[in-house]
């Protein structure tokens, strides 16, 4: 059974956090529970915060056995590299990786889901053991530029 989690990016600390709950009401999601890290004091501690971006876990770990998030940036170890970033199509409810276009800098949304991707025959078991994350679009923005 696949692993069902969520991080959520702190727009007043502005870090990425594990969401520990959710609240809800009448209208819908009303706050998250994040657990951040205080970098002075070296020391985790929780936040509840109204409407932060919330990410879900794809289920796929990178090749470094890093866990891959919606929004999260992958760039793949072929000859020629490309950066990706994983995005979730509602209208296909699926993952789906979005490939950098480099001359262009726009992104390709194609069709490249990622049950494809994990089942493609490259000689290797899992073919994201051939990607690496090397961020997200909120502690990365640079990573949408080319």
């Not at 992104?107 to 990607?131: A, C, H, R, V």
């Amino acid at each position: 059974m696949r692993e069902i989690k969520f991080r959520a990016w702190d727009e007043v600390s502005k870090q990425m956090g594990a969401v520990k709950g959710f609240q809800f009401g009448d209208d819908g999601l009303i706050s998250t529970d994040i657990w951040l890290h205080d970098e002075v004091k070296n020391a985790k501690y929780w936040v509840t915060r109204a409407f932060p971006v919330v990410m879900q876990y794809s289920g796929l770990k990178d090749k470094n056995g890093k866990e891959i998030y919606e929004g999260d940036f992958l760039i793949d170890d072929d000859s020629e590299p490309c950066r990706h970033r994983i995005v979730w199509m509602e209208d296909k409810a699926r993952w789906e990786l979005e490939t950098l276009m480099d001359e262009s800098g726009a992104w390709d949304y194609g069709e490249f889901p990622l049950e494809d991707q994990i089942s493609y025959e490259t000689g290797k078991e899992n073919m994201l053991d051939s990607f690496e994350i090397i961020g997200n679009i909120y502690e990365n923005p640079e990573l949408l530029k080319v």
